[in-house]
């Protein structure tokens, strides 16, 4: 049985049709969120599917804001990546 193009479901949404969050504190928020309720085992196989599916936009959108903010801190510490130290 088909489902009715015009009705949205919440795994519908996670998948795809929500924006990506604007802030990388947002994005991993959400992410965490979809691994706690795909671990759960209670989310039904499309649901499942959904979820990995928005899961990993989410993980490309953290990798690549990190990735972004690594280069700056290259540029900051003239091409050399300094261990963090934490004062």
Not at 4 to 12: L, N, V
Not at 28 to 49: H, K
Request: aromatic share 4%.
């Amino acid at each position: 049985m088909a489902r009715s193009p015009s009705k949205k479901t919440d795994a519908d949404l996670d998948a795809g049709a929500l924006p990506l969050p604007e802030r990388y504190e947002d994005a991993l928020a959400e992410l965490e969120g979809l691994v706690a309720r795909m671990e759960s085992g209670a989310l039904p196989l499309e649901q499942l599917l959904d979820s990995y599916r928005r899961g990993a936009q989410l993980l490309g959108l953290c990798r690549s804001r990190l990735d972004a903010i690594e280069a700056q801190v290259k540029v900051l510490e003239d091409g050399q990546l300094k261990p963090w130290s934490e004062a």
